[in-house]
């Protein structure tokens, strides 16, 4: 069980792994966490951050569990913050606005396979717990939840009411001193409670760092290459234009709004992304010289023409989904 010697938040219990690497790309299902960095500038964010450890060289600051109803038009997030429990669409969880400016760093994490089947019961459990308010004390079992502790508890009575996650000894300490962080002590005089230093808790690090999550890679927003001029925007999984929603070894085409004039990943993403529905490109079939399809893997643009021919980029050779013409109708407006 638990060591006797006292645990700083997170022990070294795992070595730190570059978990980080997603040549692949993912999408995100029911069930996965996604970890956030708090932009700089935040002070309960940075607060957090001097005091735990995170997977990678990531310092996460929150953590909520994806719910997708039904279909992947709609990806919500179920999340403990202030000053409740709440569904929030995805957009509304990835692009909240520190106060130093900035969006947070989220980085998608899945449970382990053994663990998959908890899943729908976690989420029925985490709808029940909608509105329960924020636990400002950080302490467990008294009706009120913060970030992790909704997953921890949700995770566990999915479980038949064994834990999934270990919990650990809560510190509040600055990293090696025995100093009370500044930033803790005036947060919890503030709230008008005490410090519980040394409780059972678990922290966004510490359940990013647990043996039963598999971190699965950061969502960025663009992707460039070097040498190209090009840009694909969504809620990207990898550099080749892969997202959330479509991550198949051959979703590597971005398709071009013709009000925005941008390349976007999908067509959910630029609805996420942008204050317009994506506008379809008007394609004449025997005018071939427009290029208004960029191809993932080589960053160079091509005709509709060029695209639909084979459905391999005629550049680099890489091949791209067939299936994505059942939806051509989003992307192209065909004209005679
Ligand atoms: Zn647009
Ligand atoms: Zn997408
Ligand atoms: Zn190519």
Not at 27 to 50: M, P, R, T, W, Y
Not at 301 to 326: G, T
Request: glycine content about 8%; overall charge positive; some cysteine.
């Amino acid at each position: 069980m638990y060591s006797t010697k006292r645990l700083k938040f997170l022990a070294l219990f795992f070595l730190l792994i570059p978990y980080f690497a997603s040549p692949q790309g993912f999408e995100l299902h029911n069930g996965d966490l996604i970890f956030q960095q708090a932009c700089s500038g935040e002070s309960v964010g940075n607060a957090i951050k001097n005091v735990t450890q995170s997977a990678g060289s990531y310092q996460f600051t929150h953590v909520g569990v994806v719910y997708i109803p039904d279909g992947k038009d709609s990806i919500f997030v179920i999340e403990a913050t202030i000053p409740e429990v709440r569904v929030v669409s995805l957009k509304e969880y990835l692009f909240k606005k520190g106060s130093g400016g900035c969006y947070p760093v989220s980085v998608a994490g899945r449970v382990k396979p053994a663990y998959q089947h908890c899943i729908p019961a976690a989420l029925q459990e985490a709808l029940k717990l909608v509105g329960k308010s924020y636990d400002y004390g950080f302490v467990l079992n008294n009706d009120k939840y913060y970030c992790s502790e909704l997953i921890y508890d949700i995770f566990m009575n999915a479980n038949q009411g064994k834990p999934v996650f270990e919990l650990n000894k809560m510190t509040f300490r600055q990293k090696d001193s025995d100093q009370t962080d500044d930033n803790w002590i005036r947060y919890f005089s503030e709230k008008g409670l005490g410090i519980p230093e040394g409780e059972w808790g678990i922290n966004p690090g510490a359940m990013s760092r647990s043996k039963v999550i598999d971190m699965l890679g950061e969502i960025h927003y663009s992707a460039t290459r070097r040498g190209s001029s090009n840009t694909i925007y969504g809620l990207l999984t990898d550099s080749l234009g892969r997202c959330v929603h479509y991550a198949s070894e051959k979703d590597i085409v971005a398709n071009k709004c013709f009000v925005c004039k941008k390349y976007y990943a999908c067509y959910q993403c630029h609805n996420l992304c942008e204050n317009h529905l994506l506008s379809p490109w008007p394609v004449h079939l025997n005018d071939s010289s427009q290029k208004i399809v960029l191809c993932g893997n080589c960053f160079r643009e091509i005709s509709y023409q060029a695209y639909s021919r084979d459905y391999v980029c005629p550049l680099c050779r890489k091949d791209f989904n067939p299936k994505c013409a059942l939806h051509k109708e989003i992307y192209f407006m065909f004209e005679r």
